[in-house]
């Protein structure tokens, strides 16, 4: 079943921080963060695994809740680049030499000047 | 180099046509995915290709056929497609935990 993302949709103005989150149904081994413009390839930001861990990269950091099956992707001081569409792909095994990923609904951000 | 390349770009075809969608990837990855995406909705997996062979196929109709020729390159050769299977289709490669994804071919079929 399809992790659930909230919000669908937020615009900020540039300088402000947002918050998006990802819900699976299911226990989850991992959560991979990706960023999509407007017809182009998604690009990978951050992947977290299970244990409960946080990671940040630059202004952009996520946090992953093994028990509630959640993750949150964090976005401080926007920048106008940081506009697209956001998708967490979810993992429920691991250690296959792949990753079966299933996309969550996905969050549009528009951040304006 | 983290590039994953796609041909073409652009494809139109009717419904009765046969053509291929091309994916290359020069990281050594061993790991290759196609996946298809509808407008305004998240990358669904279709494919998934490990060490040249077939590891997963999500049901996917026989009109879209996966080869893969060798670890470089992977092919999607479609067949009697419809309407409905007007979307973006993306393929990725992967080695340890992070997919890369090429810049997809959009797919039209009248």
């Known amino acids: 079943q399809q992790p659930v993302q909230s919000p669908q949709a937020v615009i900020l103005r540039e300088g402000e921080d947002a918050v998006i989150n990802c819900s699976s149904s299911?226990?989850?081994?991992?959560v991979h963060w990706y960023r999509q413009k407007h017809g182009e390839a998604p690009i990978f930001l951050m992947i977290?695994?299970?244990?409960?861990e946080q990671k940040g990269h630059d202004k952009i950091s996520a946090s992953f809740n093994e028990k509630k099956q959640q993750s949150s992707l964090y976005l401080t001081a926007s920048q106008l680049s940081y506009s697209g569409t956001y998708f967490c792909g979810t993992e429920r095994g691991g250690n296959t030499g792949f990753q079966k990923l299933v996309f969550g609904t996905g969050t549009r951000l528009l951040v304006s000047p | 180099d983290t590039e994953v390349t796609q041909t073409p770009k652009h494809l139109v075809m009717g419904m009765t046509n046969k053509k291929s969608l091309k994916c290359e990837q020069h990281m050594g990855h061993r790991a290759m995915y196609w996946y298809k995406q509808k407008a305004k909705k998240p990358p669904e997996l279709m494919f998934v290709?490990?060490?040249?062979?077939?590891?997963i196929n999500e049901s996917v109709p026989s009109r879209f056929s996966p080869e893969c020729p060798n670890s470089s390159l992977l092919n999607l050769h479609l067949h009697a497609l419809q309407p409905e299977d007007s979307a973006l289709y993306l393929c990725?490669?992967?080695?340890?935990?992070?997919?890369?994804f090429g810049p997809g071919t959009r797919l039209t079929v009248l």
């Open positions: 977290l695994l299970k244990g409960g």
């Open positions: 990725a490669s992967s080695q340890g935990q992070t997919q890369y």
């Open positions: 290709y490990s060490y040249e062979k077939l590891s």
């Open positions: 299911k226990a989850l081994y991992s």
